[in-house]
């Protein structure tokens, strides 16, 4: 089945340490985003990509860091500067890039900082 | 910087009940989604409905836009104990920038 997978769906880290989210997807969809939310909140979007080898920073980016070298990947890297990272992370794909049409999302990451 | 807000902030009613949430925005839109997020789940998309459209509707799912108010609902009618998740709306801006920007949801109950 089509659709976006994200990995792992719980992860813990010690402070200090960097973290690798992995986000997949076989829609053949151009553009790709990455979400945080927080509890009883509504997502923040954190780095999006509208095209391969090319990614712009979303209203949150300080501490993350993302890479687009295929068009199916998008990972996240919640680094060692992220100052408060335990949250859930969505990421989302849509048709294009324009950032209006509809979002496909996946089934989220928790990270919990210990 | 959020751009729709929600309210209520959370509804629980009875099945067979009919579940209204709203959502309000303060710049022009090109367009306003509504998403549906079941706990710890990723968002579902549910309807779309563009800034020339008034009112959409997908099976029990009833949307309505009032650009003049900045304000749209989202009424699910006959709701059922399955229905209950969090409900956000999302706003697409006009102009190049587009960026979608989501609400903080509303959470709905349906008891059985």
């Known amino acids: 089945d089509g659709g976006i997978t994200q990995s792992p769906k719980y992860l813990f880290r010690k402070e200090g340490q960097n973290v690798t989210l992995s986000c997949e997807q076989n829609?053949?969809?151009?553009?790709m985003y990455w979400y945080r939310q927080d509890p009883g909140q509504g997502l923040r979007l954190i780095y999006y990509s509208q095209i391969v080898n090319d990614f712009q920073k979303g209203d949150i980016a300080e501490g993350y860091s993302v890479s687009r070298e295929k068009k199916e990947s998008f990972p996240l890297t919640v680094t060692s500067a992220q100052k408060n990272p335990t949250a859930f992370y969505l990421c989302?794909?849509?048709?294009?890039?324009?950032?209006?049409?509809?979002?496909?999302f996946g089934e989220g990451s928790r990270l919990t900082v210990l | 910087s959020q751009q729709g807000e929600e309210d209520p902030q959370a509804l629980s009613i009875q099945e067979g009940e009919n579940a209204t949430m709203n959502c309000s925005y303060k710049?022009?839109?090109?367009?306003l989604q509504w998403y549906r997020q079941n706990s710890g789940r990723g968002l579902v998309h549910l309807i779309l409905i563009r800034s020339n459209e008034r009112e959409k509707h997908s099976g029990r799912l009833r949307v309505t836009l009032d650009t003049s108010k900045k304000s749209s609902s989202l009424l699910i009618t006959a709701s059922r104990a399955a229905d209950t998740a969090s409900y956000f709306c999302?706003?697409?801006?006009?102009?190049?920038?587009?960026?979608?920007?989501f609400g903080q949801g509303t959470t709905l109950q349906v008891k059985p």
């Open positions: 829609l053949n969809h151009d553009a």
């Open positions: 989302a794909s849509s048709i294009d890039g324009v950032h209006t049409g509809e979002l496909f």
């Open positions: 710049t022009s839109i090109n367009n």
């Open positions: 999302a706003t697409a801006g006009s102009g190049n920038t587009g960026k979608l920007i």
